[in-house]
């Protein structure tokens, strides 16, 4: 009979002592003969900003809710600052959801401040911090307003300060960069950079694989509810190796086709990606490139997350235990 761990004070299912944030260790989920989460087992570093990325359907939001306690693992257990999970835990979460948990007809401030006493501010003190986020987000204007009468990009902020407004020591995001615009999404980075600073441990799910790339210490790719790649970025990212090389030309491109140089390439117009084949010589490709091209731009690289992540989900293995960077 699966294993379920319950979400009341004083769980007596034995842990593995951690120092790690959140802990997984085999966590199952099941929704009648679909299985959404399959043994995931990760951890997470204090005051780090970890990514949990994959596909539509790979069951990173099924794994967010069982780490916050919507929802239960089948088997497997969920540990939080050390210990399991239990119902005490729940005030020291933030909490941003991908579809907006909103009330529409109430106002911005009165929801905020709503939201803040929910989870013991008193009113003072939750005025006080709402008022400060607001102005941070380039919302004082918008605090009477409906939240109905709001674009999307603004609910997601009012959203965001109502996941982090009692200080939260975890704060939990699914798609937090969702309906924001340029401007904003750097306001957000900055705060959430800002907060992992300050000691904040930070997981996000999200689609916008440059985002992660540039706020994650962590991350565990996601694929068919398995983890398939998970650790530190910068280790798996070394572990690639430098097997990319941008170039930046005018001429002849036959260079691309030379199959034993050239793995794959993506073309975007000015600037061509080109993925070398195993082996593969870059001092030969930069030869051969310039031998029939006039080249701007001839530079090695790491490959990026999204060329990893295309990877890692594409091996015949993907559906398999997760590999470390090491392995």
């Not at 990760?42 to 994959?54: C, E, M, V």
């Not at 008193?122 to 939240?147: I, P, Y």
Request: glycine share 8%; net charge neutral.
């Amino acid at each position: 009979m699966a294993s379920i761990q319950p979400l009341t004070a004083g769980s007596a299912i034995p842990a593995r002592r951690s120092t790690g944030t959140v802990v997984l260790s085999g966590v199952r989920k099941a929704y009648g003969d679909f299985v959404a989460v399959d043994n995931i087992s990760l951890s997470i570093k204090p005051g780090t900003i970890y990514g949990l990325l994959g596909p539509n359907g790979a069951g990173k939001t099924s794994t967010l809710r069982m780490i916050i306690g919507i929802t239960f693992p089948d088997s497997g257990q969920v540990s939080v600052f050390g210990e399991p999970l239990t119902l005490a835990h729940k005030d020291r979460f933030g909490y941003l959801p991908e579809e907006r948990g909103l009330y529409k007809k109430m106002k911005v401030l009165e929801h905020l401040l709503f939201l803040a006493q929910l989870k013991g501010l008193s009113s003072a003190e939750a005025l006080k911090r709402a008022q400060s986020w607001c102005d941070r987000f380039d919302l004082s204007a918008w605090t009477g307003k409906k939240v109905e009468e709001l674009s999307k990009g603004m609910q997601q902020k009012v959203q965001f300060i109502g996941a982090i407004l009692h200080d939260p020591e975890l704060i939990v995001m699914d798609e937090p960069f969702s309906g924001l615009d340029p401007a904003s999404t750097v306001v957000l980075k900055n705060v959430l950079l800002e907060l992992a600073k300050s000691g904040k441990t930070i997981l996000l799910s999200t689609h916008g694989m440059e985002q992660a790339e540039r706020l994650c210490h962590s991350i565990c790719l996601v694929n068919h509810g398995r983890a398939v790649l998970e650790g530190d970025l910068s280790e798996i990212k070394a572990s690639y190796g430098n097997c990319n090389v941008q170039i930046k030309y005018d001429g002849d491109a036959r260079f691309l086709q030379e199959s034993r140089l050239v793995q794959s390439f993506n073309d975007y117009g000015n600037y061509v990606e080109v993925r070398l084949a195993p082996g593969a010589d870059t001092q030969e490709l930069l030869k051969l490139a310039s031998a029939g091209a006039r080249l701007s731009k001839f530079e090695v690289m790491e490959p990026s997350l999204e060329e990893i992540f295309i990877d890692a989900v594409s091996k015949p293995d993907a559906n398999q235990s997760a590999r470390r960077p090491h392995a």
